[in-house]
C-alpha cells in the first residue's frame, strides 16, 4: 500500500511492538506527531517536560523491560536535548531507538532555522545512526535501526529524517514486515575457548566470580546461579550488574571497587581466579589496574570481543551472549568444592560489615528502611552521588532489572526520568527514585510529567543542602575547600512539589521515616519525600582515585591513621 513517510514511522513502530513513545514535538517533527495523533489507541506518547527527559524515560523503559525505548524529539536544540541521555544509554549498553527530525532536504546545510547535524554530533555515542533523505529507505532503515540497538552488547541508535520524507504527499509503497527474534550472539563461542575456561576453574583453589551488567542484560540470571554453585565461589557485582545474582545469598560480597566492600576488595586481591562474567574493569572498578587482582589468573566472558584485554590483560576469554556461555559451561562443569576458601569470605563478611551513624537521619538508615518495608521487590532508580553508592551498598538486589542507574557517563539528572519510563513499562511494580538534592534539581521538572499522566512513582531526595559526592573529595582530598558545591538557598522542594501536582512529605528525624514510608507506599499517585540528612555524611568505605582496591579505608580506619 502507498503511505506517506511519516506513516510508515507508525507502522514501523507497531512492527516492533513499540507501545509508548517518550518524546516533545516541534516544527521539523509535526507530519511525525500528526500521524501519531490518529495512532495514540495503539501507540501511547508521554509528553515529558523536557526532551533529556524523555531519553531518560525511554532509558529507564528499556532497562526496567528489556525491550528497546524510544523517544523522540524536534530538530535542533530538540535533538540535542536528546544528547545526554543516548551518551548515558551508549555507556551502559541500553537498547534505544532516538527519532529525531531535520530541516527538508533542500534546506541542509544552510544553516536553516534549526537545523543541526544531529547525526554527526551523536557519532560517538551510538551504535549506528542514520540521516533519511529519501522515503524510499525509510522503513528499511527504521528496521535496521531496532535491529542493531537490541542486538550483540546493545545500544541507543539514532534516525534522523529530514521534513521533507515525512510530509503527507511524500508517499512510497510500504508492505508490513513480521520481525523475526534476534538470535543471541554464539558465533564466536569455540570449544577449544570453553574447555581452557573449565581447565582453569578446576584448577583454581581460590576462584571469585565478579558480575557485571552483562549478565543482566542477556538475561542470565538462573545461569549465573548455576554456575557460581558448580564453580562454589564467592560473588561479587558491580554497579550495573546489581540483581545478577540474589544480593542475599551468603556468598555474596557485595560491589567492588572504589566503594567496594572490605569482603568483595580484599576477596579479589586474595584469590587465584578472577571471573569476570558481563563486567568491562571500568576505572571505578580496578583502581590502580597495574595492581587489580595481581595474584589471579584473569578469565573474562563477554558478548564484546573489543573488552577483552581493554582494561586489565585477561589470561583466557569466552566471547558470546552470556547467558549462552554459561549454559555450555553448566554442562560441562563438574561440582567444585572450595569450602575453605568460602569460610575465609564469611568470615570477612562478619569482620567488616557495613556500618552507618544510628544517632542521627542517615541515607543509608532511609534506604533500609526502604528495602525492609518493600521486602526488596521494588524498582529502583538512582541519580548520581552518594545517594547512588548508599542505594547499591543497603539495598539487597534479588533480581535482575530492579536497579536502573547511571553506571558509565554518571548521569545527574538520570533517575526521575528513569523512574518514568520504568512505571510505564511495568505498572504493577513499586517504583522509586532515590536522588540528592543536587540531582533531583537537574531534571524536576519531571514531576510534572509524573503529575500529568499520574504516573505513581515515588521520589525519595537524600537532601543535605550540598554537592555530596563532590564535598567528600573536597574533605578528603582537597583541604576541605568546599568550592562551589554548598546548595543551601531558598528553594523549598515540598512546595515545589504541591506547586506540580504531587503529593509531598518532609522527613527531618529517624523517628518520622517509617511513619511516612509506609503512608507513601500505600499510595498510588506521584510523591515526592524530602529528607533532611547531614552535609558531612559520607559514603564508607572507599578507595582513594589511583590506588589498588586492597587499599580500601573505613571512616575508622581514617581515624586510626
Given at each position: ?36 495523533y490518529k495512532h495514540s489507541d495503539e501507540i ?262 573489543a573488552e577483552i584485554n581493554k582494561n586489565v ?249
Open positions: 500500500m502507498e503511505l506517506s513517510g511519516s506513516r510508515i514511522v507508525i507502522e514501523c513502530l507497531k512492527e516492533q511492538g513499540v507501545d509508548t513513545v517518550f518524546g516533545y514535538p516541534g516544527g521539523a517533527i509535526l507530519n511525525i506527531y500528526d500521524e501519531l501511547t506518547h508521554i509528553l515529558t517536560s523536557h526532551e533529556q527527559g524523555a531519553a531518560h524515560a525511554a532509558d529507564g523503559y528499556a532497562r526496567a523491560t528489556g525491550k528497546v525505548g524510544v523517544c523522540m524529539a524536534t530538530s535542533g536544540p530538540g535533538a540535542t536535548n536528546l544528547v545526554t541521555g543516548i551518551a548515558t544509554a551508549y555507556m551502559d549498553s541500553v537498547p534505544l531507538v532516538a527519532i529525531t527530525a531535520n530541516v527538508a532536504v533542500n534546506y541542509l546545510g544552510r544553516d536553516s532555522f534549526q537545523e543541526v547535524d544531529i547525526a554527526g554530533i551523536t557519532m560517538p555515542i551510538t551504535k549506528h545512526n542514520f540521516i533519511v533523505k529519501d522515503v524510499t529507505k525509510l522503513a528499511d532503515t527504521l528496521r535496521r535501526a531496532f535491529r542493531i540497538a537490541k542486538s550483540g552488547r546493545p545500544g541507543p541508535v539514532l534516525v534522523d529524517i529530514t521534513k521533507d520524507v515525512t510530509a503527507p504527499t511524500t508517499t512510497t509503497e510500504y508492505q508490513r514486515v513480521d520481525i523475526p527474534p534476534i538470535e543471541r550472539s554464539t558465533d564466536q563461542i569455540t570449544e577449544e575457548d570453553l574447555q581452557l575456561a573449565i581447565k582453569m576453574i578446576k584448577k583454581s583453589k581460590k576462584p571469585f566470580v565478579f558480575v557485571g551488567g552483562g549478565a543482566v542484560i542477556s538475561d542470565a540470571y538462573d545461569e549465573v546461579k548455576e554456575f557460581v554453585d558448580k564453580v562454589d565461589a564467592p560473588v561479587a557485582d558491580t554497579l550495573m550488574g546489581k540483581g545478577a545474582f540474589d544480593g542475599t545469598d551468603p556468598r555474596y560480597t557485595s560491589m567492588v571497587g572504589m566503594h567496594g566492600s572490605k569482603p568483595s576488595n580484599l576477596g579479589i586481591t586474595e584469590c587465584d581466579l578472577l571471573i569476570a562474567i558481563g563486567a568491562r574493569f571500568s576505572d571505578r572498578v580496578t583502581g590502580n589496574t597495574s595492581k587489580f587482582a595481581r595474584k589471579a589468573k584473569i578469565l573474562q566472558i563477554d558478548v564484546d570481543p590483560q585477561t589470561h583466557q576469554s569466552v566471547i558470546g551472549d552470556i547467558k549462552e556461555v554459561l549454559i555450555r559451561l553448566n554442562k560441562m562443569l563438574e561440582q567444585q568444592d572450595h569450602k575453605e576458601w568460602i569460610d575465609h569470605i564469611l568470615d570477612l563478611k562478619k569482620k567488616f560489615p557495613g556500618t552507618y551513624r544510628k544517632d542521627i537521619l542517615t541515607g543509608p538508615y532511609i534506604i533500609e528502611k526502604l528495602y525492609e518495608l518493600t521486602g526488596g521487590k521494588a524498582v529502583i532508580a538512582t541519580e548520581v552521588g552518594q545517594h547512588q553508592m548508599w542505594a547499591s551498598q543497603y539495598y539487597s538486589y534479588t533480581a535482575p532489572r530492579t536497579l536502573l542507574t547511571s553506571g558509565g557517563a554518571g548521569t545527574m539528572g538520570y533517575g526521575l526520568g528513569a523512574a518514568i519510563g520504568a512505571k510505564v513499562g511495568r505498572p504493577d511494580a513499586t517504583v522509586i527514585n532515590i536522588a540528592g538534592d543536587g540531582c533531583f534539581r537537574m531534571n524536576m521538572n519531571e514531576i510534572a510529567t509524573a503529575t500529568r499522566y499520574n504516573i505513581p512513582i515515588i521520589q525519595i531526595i537524600l537532601n543535605n543542602q550540598v554537592l555530596g559526592m563532590v564535598r567528600q573529595w573536597q574533605t578528603l582530598f582537597y583541604g576541605k575547600r568546599y568550592s562551589n558545591t554548598n546548595l543551601k538557598d531558598k528553594v523549598d522542594f515540598v512546595k515545589l512539589a504541591e506547586a506540580m501536582g504531587a503529593k509531598a512529605y518532609r522527613i527531618t528525624k529517624i523517628e518520622e521515616v517509617e511513619e511516612v514510608l509506609k503512608e507513601v507506599l500505600a499510595l498510588n499517585e506521584p510523591v515526592v519525600v524530602d529528607c533532611n540528612i547531614d552535609c558531612d555524611e559520607k559514603v564508607w568505605p572507599m578507595v582513594a582515585p589511583g590506588a589498588p582496591i586492597e587499599e580500601v579505608f573505613s571512616e575508622e580506619d581514617l581515624k586510626d591513621k
